[in-house]
């Protein structure tokens, strides 16, 4: 079955440290999303990309970075400068164009990371 | 810019009443709508959504939606709830035009008693 892969599902980070978040997906999406998601805040989009090699800030990009050098992958580092890294974060993905379907997006099972 | 207000951050029913959750949104011309929920420790999962046509939208696990422009209004309706229905219920509006990227709502937490 198509879907998306999001590892590790728990991870845990010394300050200081950057960490990568993994996002593989096998639904021939040409549109990858991350979110941060932090109790009564709702999803904040963090990054997406459209296309491979190209890719955007959202509403919360600070001490987050990204790459797209592949359709199926999009991994999220979360580096030393983001000062509250502790959260559940989520991957999705969508079709893109001017299709209605570009709206639905499919998410992965998320991966908690925890800042000790 | 769209927006989504989910009024109602906990709503606390018995199994078996009827559920209606609240969404408003924000957007100038005829917007995307969605629900999606999303189980503890899980990610989300499309229960609906309204692009066009019949406002009345039916979904997955029994769920339905009225779009109500007049209202600016899409909430979210189950006739009988069952105690596997207690998840975090977001609402989230698509641009028809232009970027597509949705806008989703802070969320509603579903509580179901015995």
């Known amino acids: 079955d198509g879907g998306i892969t999001q590892s590790p599902k728990y991870l845990f980070r010394k300050e200081g440290q950057n960490v990568t978040l993994s996002c593989e997906q096998n639904l021939n999406h040409d549109a990858m999303y991350w979110y941060r998601q932090d109790p009564g805040q709702g999803l904040r989009l963090i990054y997406y990309s459209q296309i491979v090699n190209d890719f955007q800030k959202g509403d919360i990009a600070e001490g987050y970075s990204v790459s797209r050098e592949k359709k199926e992958s999009f991994p999220l580092t979360v580096t030393s400068a983001q000062k509250n890294p502790t959260a559940f974060y989520l991957c999705a993905s969508s079709r893109t164009g001017l299709r209605s379907g570009a709206n639905v997006l499919t998410f992965g099972a998320g991966s908690r990371l925890t800042v000790l | 810019a769209q927006s989504v207000t989910q009024p109602d951050i906990h709503i606390t029913v018995s199994e078996g009443a009827s559920l209606e959750l609240r969404c408003n949104y924000s957007?100038?011309?005829?917007?995307?709508l969605f629900w999606y929920v999303q189980s503890p420790g899980q990610g989300l999962q499309l229960l609906l959504k309204?692009?066009?046509?019949?406002?009345l939208v039916q979904g997955i696990k029994g769920f339905e939606a009225e779009f109500k422009r007049s209202q600016s209004s899409f909430n979210l309706r189950k006739p009988s709830v069952h105690w596997s229905d207690a998840a975090e219920y977001f609402c989230a509006v698509g641009a028809s035009g232009g970027s597509y990227i949705p806008t989703f709502g802070r969320g509603t937490s579903l509580i179901v008693h015995p």
């Open positions: 957007y100038g011309a005829t917007p995307y």
């Open positions: 309204y692009f066009s046509g019949d406002t």
